[in-house]
């Protein structure tokens, strides 16, 4: 097993209402009344309240060019990587050069070097510290990145891993393009980043270190799906694919991914008490609900951060878990799980420790 001991979000500083949003974007999609009444109809009911980005909103109107987008993911996502790192190393009482492994995942911008590379010389983590960046799994890639971490630390359970997303969505909606998927997109995604520290089973141990075990992951790709979610990557940058289809791989594929994996362990869906599900819009977690026959409180931290910030892709089911590692929950069962382009689905099982561990006073003793 692993243990998560802390996660952090990182957000820009510019925040805005979803009416907001849409005023100033609507003149910059699309000039046709029909369209616009359409995106106007689609963002009031995205179940988005607010979201942060990454520029003040009305300097959108000038971001004409892939070049210009890029460079900014590069230098707003590396601080965001940063604030989001040392939070998450200081909240877990670990040093930046303590950190073995390190895993960085986005799907809204590119670099190379990438951004962990910058990430670790600015945090202090060692010369020999090792870097694995992930790009195209999209929205399940926080979900996955926390499993891929999960296999690394299984088999070095005395090292420290830090799993980081940096998810700068907005910089990827395309000015003059009213399609159906640009509008919904511009709705519903919002900026952010997250980092997660999971350690191995030793170095948890000879800490004392609090936090749900990842007791065991499931990955799953569906077949014939590959237009449903994605990106058409070009001359403009990336230009969203996203089909009304998502909630119909859910209905088919997810509870069946669900039950089996709660089953190798002998649970069920009643055993668990707590869901993080990545926030991927109204309809996705509607069918979420749907195909494990859960209650509408069961997804409410989701429905929360949809509301909150959008859907930050990568980062946005990290916030989530973050969230949840706030309330101690000794014994409790979770499962963590998103969906990417592919489509994939991935899985995430945890388990609260019954007794949580003890904590050493400022001498290293045991405090009673």
């Known amino acids: 097993m692993s243990r ?40 009031a009911s995205s179940g988005v309240e607010n979201r942060n980005l990454v520029m003040e909103l009305d300097r959108y109107s000038g971001l004409d060019s892939f070049h210009e987008a890029n460079d900014l993911f590069i230098s707003a996502g590396t601080d965001l990587a940063e604030q989001a790192t040392r939070d998450a190393l200081s909240s877990a009482g670990i040093r930046a050069d303590e950190v073995d492994f390190v895993l960085f995942t986005s799907v809204t911008g590119v670099a190379a070097p990438s951004i962990d590379a910058q990430l ?11 870097r694995l960046p992930s790009f195209g799994l999209g929205c399940v890639a926080g979900a996955a990145g926390l499993a891929r971490v999960h296999d ?42 997250a980092a997660v520290v999971v350690v191995g089973d030793d170095f948890a141990a000879e800490r004392g270190l609090d936090g749900p075990d990842v007791i065991d992951t ?9 237009d449903v979610i994605g990106w058409d990557i070009g001359g403009s940058g990336f230009r969203i694919v996203l089909s009304a289809g998502v909630p119909d791989v859910i209905a ?47 997804l409410a931290p989701s429905w929360r951060a949809l509301a909150a910030t959008g859907n930050q892709s990568s980062a946005a089911v990290l916030g989530i878990l973050a969230d949840a590692l706030r309330t101690p929950a000794p014994g409790e069962t979770g499962l963590l799980f998103a969906l990417g382009p592919g489509v994939t689905a991935e899985l995430v099982l945890l388990r609260w420790p019954e007794h949580p561990a003890p904590l050493e006073d400022a001498s290293g003793n045991i405090a009673a």
Not at 23 to 41: I, N
Not at 120 to 130: E, F, I, L, W
Not at 167 to 184: F, K, P, W
């Open 4 to 43: 998560i001991v802390a996660a952090a979000p990182a957000v820009p500083v510019h925040r805005y209402s979803q009416a907001e949003i849409t005023g100033v974007l609507e003149p910059l999609l699309t000039h046709d009344p029909g369209r616009a009444a359409v995106m106007r109809r689609i963002h």
């Open 120 to 130: 670790a010389t600015r945090v202090g983590m060692r010369s020999d510290v090792k």
């Open 152 to 193: 690394y630390l299984v088999g070095h359970p005395h090292d420290v891993a830090v799993l980081v997303s940096v998810e700068l969505c907005s910089l990827t909606v395309q000015l003059g393009d009213d399609s159906m998927a640009n509008i919904v997109a511009s709705g519903l995604f919002g900026d952010g980043a």
């Open 218 to 226: 499931r990955s799953s790709l569906y077949p014939q799906t590959e």
């Open 252 to 298: 088919k594929h997810f509870a069946g991914d669900v039950h089996a994996l709660l089953g190798e362990h002998g649970l069920s869906v009643g055993d668990v008490s707590t869901w993080l599900a990545h926030p991927g819009g109204p309809k996705v977690l509607e069918a979420f609900a749907t195909a494990l026959g859960l209650t509408d409180a069961a």
